[in-house]
Every structure is written in C-alpha cells, then in structure tokens.
C-alpha cells in the first residue's frame, strides 16, 4: 500500500482513477507505446504534450508509492516536455510542465533528503510562477504556490533557522487566498494541512509569528 499523491501537484482532472495502480501501470505503458512511434519531428507540439502526460502519471505513482525510479523517469519526461514547449507560444502547458518538474523534484529531495533537488524544484516553480497571474490563471497560480510551499518545507526541515518555512506559510497563504473551499475542497484541504504543519515546525523553532 502507498500513500495518496499529492492532490496540489496532480492536474485536476486526473480525479480519483490515479487511486488505482493498475489504471497508473496501463496509463504508462500506453503513453510509452506511443511515445515509440511517434516521432518528436513529426509534431514537435503534440509530442512533448504526450510527454507531459507520460510525467504526470510517472509523478503519482513515484508520489503514491515512494518509487524513486519512478519518479526520476518523471523529471526525464518533464525535461523533454520542456525542450519543445515555451512560455511564449503556450503559457499553460510550460507552467504545467514546469510546476510538474518542482513537483517531482521536491519529492526526490524529500526521499533522498537532498537540498540539490530542493534548490533545483524552487527554481522550477519560481519560472513557472513568473508567467501565471493570480486573475487569470487563478487554480494553477494556486497550485504553483502551494508546490512551491512544500519543496521550502523541504528546505526548511533541511536546515536550521526559519526563514524557509516562514517564506513556505507566505506561499501557502497565497494559495488559500485564491483558491475556493466549495469548488477546490481537495486542494485547498491539502493546502491548509500543509500550512498547519508548517506553522507547527515554526513554533517548535520559537517562533512566534502568527
């Protein structure tokens, strides 16, 4: 049995099937499959999206199961994605993709306890973030934050001191404020969990911040 993947760094519309391993196991062997012969000069586009998706899957089920294989072919699949797609010709898909690499990352550097892959996932979401807008992109600037939240956690519980994790509540925060509990529930349970705990690890530094 595995843990439940992290409801802020799944697209929403992967919904519950991603519960099941046999669902991830046919996915992944399905996007692979056409992965092999479709060619990437033949719709460069099309193909890091395939790509993208391919990651997507490979993250839940390195996230649900502690499968660090699993994962590292995830941050391979987020990479090609990225080689194709840009922030000029289509914002969305890169952002995702970007969030995508943070979000495997972090939890690389949280199972190897490594600040490499930490520092490495904050760079990622810090680009993502730098083309979303709050007003427009209102779910995925939520769920860049909140991933960003947790690979400072990560860095935080890493290291001594607080800023990281003060740095990590000001993130959290941020989501909440975008974020809706009536039409998000999942995610922005998810997000208020993650600030308790953050808050809690503060507190237990002698911090006595609110």
Request: charged fraction near 25%.
């Amino acid at each position: 049995m595995g843990s439940n993947p992290n409801p802020t760094c799944q697209k929403p519309q992967l919904g519950a099937r991603t519960q099941n391993r046999d669902y991830l196991k046919q996915s992944i062997a399905i996007f692979r499959q056409v992965l092999d012969g479709y060619p990437r000069d033949s719709d460069p586009h099309e193909w890091a999206l395939i790509q993208d998706a391919l990651a997507e899957i490979l993250l839940i089920q390195g996230d649900q199961y502690a499968d660090l294989t699993s994962l590292q072919q995830a941050a391979i699949a987020f990479r090609a994605a990225l080689e194709v797609l840009s922030p000029e010709h289509d914002a969305v898909a890169w952002s995702n993709a970007k969030r995508g690499l943070g979000c495997v990352l972090t939890d690389l550097g949280e199972d190897t306890s490594s600040t490499y892959y930490l520092e490495q996932a904050v760079s990622a979401l810090n680009d993502a973030l730098k083309v979303l807008r709050p007003d427009r992109d209102a779910v995925l600037w939520a769920l860049t934050k909140a991933a960003m939240g947790d690979a400072l956690v990560g860095l935080g519980e890493q290291g001594a001191g607080v800023r990281h994790l003060k740095e990590a509540v000001d993130n959290y925060r941020e989501a909440l404020s975008v974020l809706s509990k009536d039409k998000t529930p999942v995610q922005w349970k998810a997000i208020q969990d993650s600030l308790n705990i953050a808050l809690d690890d503060l507190h237990q530094r002698g911090w006595t911040g609110g």
